[in-house]
Structures are given as structure tokens and as C-alpha cells.
């Protein structure tokens, strides 16, 4: 369905850009503000994680393969999904030591899955009927 194709490029691109725009000074103060909000992660991660795992049972188009057509948008979409609710929930939990654990872990990998996020939203856009993408 054509929905889940534009609404996963959407989800992975947002996604992506609150994974490198909450650690980089890049983006304008307003944009920063508004993706370091703890509801807004946690949202946008369970919007990106929901459309992640639809996409792996629902194809873009009819005639392509039905669980490998989709196969790279679909484990981006849960991948940067969790990651955006483990932050929302590590910043809701406050300072106690498993959330810190788990903030440690999972900072080194934020800005490398969003940027392979956005790569793969933008290649999923461009060539909708391949056959991994």
C-alpha cells in the first residue's frame, strides 16, 4: 500500500534527523528544542517502530516480494524506532543507574542509525521496486 511506503520515508526521515539534530548543533535552535523533548521521541519512536513492523507484511506495491520488498525500510524503521523510545524512556526514568547503563550504550550509535536511516528513506524514495528496498 502506498500509504506505509510514504509514511515509512516520512517516520525514517524525522526519525533520523531527532537522532543526529538531538547530538549536533547543526539545526536551528527551535528544531533542537522541540526533538529534545522527551514526549516527542517517544512518540515519533513508537509512530516509526509501529510502521516499521507493518512494513514488513504489507509490500509497497502488489507485484513486488511480499516480507524481502521492504526488507532494509522495515528493520530501519524498528531499529531507529527503539532507539528513539530507549532515549524517551531514559530521559523520563531520570538519573537512576540502569538508565544511565542503557544512555551510555545506546549514544555511540544515535547519530551513525540516523544517518543510515535518512540513507535509507531517500534510497527507498528513489527506487520504490527494488528488491531489497
Request: no cysteine; glycine share 8%; aromatic share 8%.
Amino acid at each position: 500500500m502506498l500509504q506505509f511506503y510514504f509514511l515509512s520515508i516520512l517516520t525514517l526521515i524525522l526519525s533520523g534527523v531527532a537522532l543526529i539534530g538531538a547530538s549536533s548543533r547543526a539545526f536551528d535552535q527551535e528544531v533542537s528544542r522541540m526533538l529534545t523533548r522527551t514526549w516527542v521521541k517517544i512518540t515519533l519512536g513508537g509512530v516509526t517502530l509501529a510502521v516499521g513492523v507493518v512494513k514488513l507484511v504489507v509490500a509497497a506495491t502488489p507485484e513486488s516480494a511480499a516480507v524481502v520488498g521492504d526488507l532494509l525500510p522495515a528493520l530501519a524503521g524498528i531499529a531507529v524506532g527503539l532507539a528513539l523510545a530507549v532515549e524517551g524512556w531514559v530521559n523520563r526514568a531520570g538519573q537512576s543507574p540502569e538508565a544511565q547503563k542503557v544512555n551510555q550504550a545506546a549514544s555511540f550509535y544515535r547519530i551513525p542509525l540516523g544517518v543510515v536511516a535518512i540513507a535509507t528513506a531517500v534510497a527507498h524514495f528513489f527506487v520504490p521496486a527494488a528488491v531489497i528496498l
